[in-house]
């Protein structure tokens, strides 16, 4: 008989994690702080939403809202705040944050939990480059807040006082890879045929372009991302960017960045799309796909689509709260630094 392992509110297991949990609180309290020091204003969005988003691989928790006269509407837990974040944007907010409760089905493994803590911020009228500042300084604040000049993570070490290495998909995929991948996008269209040609995994018939370049970022280039110091993955194709805005030089790639700590993710930012017409096209795209694969699809919002009419130019990013505590405490799991670990 396999010995059940103690729960996390046995005594003992919460004495070694009290540590890492104190560390988290000070870690939030001092990016409340550098978020206040900046004029930023903390916002609190609704967990419970019309869609939970409609990204293909993204997987919500549905539930039903019922009204005083017994009827009944299919709502979401949200699986980020960003569409109602980008309502307070169009109402006329310009500097906001907000530390969400967001929850996600189908992800769990060691830096992945069902339920987690994003932070998500927001600066209207200014460039995509201003929020990877954001985040480079958001990760040392952890670090310095923690004590660490070191994280670890799986026998990666990485200095996130080092100089940021800047690497565009498209140099990271030749660099690690031996990958050509503007080359397999062509007038906004990808060529899953043109990729599977070159790529260094595995590859089935039923693969989609997507399915390869995932499986290349995942196996060939992640690993080596964020090693000694922090990595910014950016210009993604805009066919992996169905939120964010095209770049001004080059149609194929758009204003989406990742950073990267130890091979881990910790961010994911855009120069955000605000043509409702295109997020709309896109949002459809990426819900056939799903439907395809899953068999099923989201709702789009239409109180998003409205208010992207009305927003001004914006930057956002996501981040993972968790992780950023995870490497800063020297955690070895996310579940090690949630107060109450989901069951």
């Known amino acids: 008989m396999t010995q059940r392992s103690s729960p996390w509110f046995s005594p003992g297991r919460h004495r070694d994690r009290r540590p890492l949990l104190l560390g988290r609180n000070r870690i939030v309290a001092a990016i409340r702080n550098w978020f206040g020091e900046r004029d930023f204003v903390e916002v609190e969005c609704a967990a419970l939403q019309v869609s939970p988003g409609n990204e293909a691989h993204l997987h919500g928790f549905a ?137 260094p995994v595995r590859v089935t018939a039923d693969d989609s372009w997507s399915d390869i370049f995932s499986r290349i970022l995942v196996e060939e280039v992640e690993p080596n991302l964020g090693v000694m110091g922090p990595t910014v993955l950016y210009e993604y194709p805009a066919v992996e960017a169905a939120l964010a805005r095209t770049c001004a030089h080059d149609g194929r790639v758009a204003e989406r960045f990742e950073l990267y700590a130890c091979g881990v993710e910790l961010a ?61 405490t020297g955690a070895t799991r996310i579940d090690q630094v949630q107060w109450t670990p989901v069951a």
């Not at 493994?109 to 300084?137: G, K, Q």
């Not at 009419?309 to 914006?314: F, K």
Request: net charge negative; glycine share 6%; charged share 30%.
């Open 63 to 199: 539930t039903e809202l019922i009204q005083p006269d017994g009827s009944r509407e299919l709502r979401y837990l949200h699986t980020s705040p960003e569409f109602a974040c980008k309502k307070l944007l169009a109402a006329g907010e310009t500097r906001i944050f907000d530390l969400a409760r967001v929850y996600r089905n189908r992800e769990r493994t060691l830096t992945h939990s069902p339920e987690f803590t994003m932070l998500e911020w927001y600066r209207a009228n200014e460039p995509y480059t201003a929020v990877i500042e954001d985040c480079l300084a958001l990760m040392r604040l952890a670090a310095e807040t923690a004590g660490t000049r070191c994280f670890v993570w799986r026998g990666s070490k990485a200095d996130p006082f080092a100089e940021l290495e800047r690497l565009t998909v498209a140099e990271a995929f030749e660099r690690y890879a031996g990958v050509d991948i503007l080359k397999t996008l062509i007038a906004g269209e990808a060529d899953r045929d043109a990729l599977a040609a070159q790529s």
């Open 268 to 328: 994911n930012g855009f120069g955000e799309l605000t043509d409702p017409v295109e997020q709309r096209r896109r949002f459809e795209a990426e819900m056939d796909i799903k439907q395809r694969v899953y068999g099923e699809r989201y709702p789009i919002d239409e109180e998003l689509l409205e208010a992207l009419s009305m927003m001004p130019p914006a930057s956002g990013v996501a981040m993972g709260l968790d992780r950023l505590i995870m490497l800063a």
